[in-house]
């Protein structure tokens, strides 16, 4: 009978550790995959983002297109798992092709970047995307030169 209670004793405490331990690491471990989960869908919205962009590029960079203003309504979702974001880009320099896209979630800290490569004539008026924002859009303007402005509307 005292083999079952020295047993009993010496699984005690390896009880009393799981009980604290399990729920512990699995929160630790949801915790991780949520913040994974919504870093994913972060890099896909500005993904996608930057395709519309680069259409948008592509499209209006002809010769037979006059000058002109487009504003393109924002196809993206207005929240990523429920937290709102902002999108904010730049050049890095005048005549540089390259145009990279920020996308922070508002109230975590999550923001990840894409860069792409456009043409020289490309400029960017300084502005961000408020993803709640109803007034949430590109615009580009063509110039009689052929440069093309890119912004955000909202």
Not at 53 to 67: A, C, F, G, R, V
């Amino acid at each position: 009978m005292s083999d079952v209670t020295v047993s009993h004793l010496a699984i005690l405490p390896l009880m009393v550790l799981m009980i604290i331990v399990f729920p512990s690491l699995a929160n630790i471990v949801m915790s991780n995959y949520t913040n994974l989960q919504r870093n994913e869908m972060a890099e896909g919205t500005v993904e996608h983002l930057a395709t519309e962009i680069q259409q948008l590029y592509y499209n209006l960079n002809k010769d037979e297109i006059m000058p002109c203003t487009v504003t393109f309504k924002n196809p993206l979702p207005a929240t990523i798992n429920s937290y709102p974001y902002k999108v904010t880009a730049f050049i890095s320099a005048p005549g540089d092709p390259g145009l990279t896209l920020t996308l922070s979630l508002q109230g975590l800290n999550i923001m990840v970047n894409k860069t792409i490569v456009l043409g020289q004539n490309i400029l960017w008026k300084q502005s961000e995307l408020q993803s709640l924002s109803p007034n949430a859009a590109i615009i580009v303007q063509k110039f009689m030169n052929g440069t093309l402005q890119f912004s955000f509307g909202g």
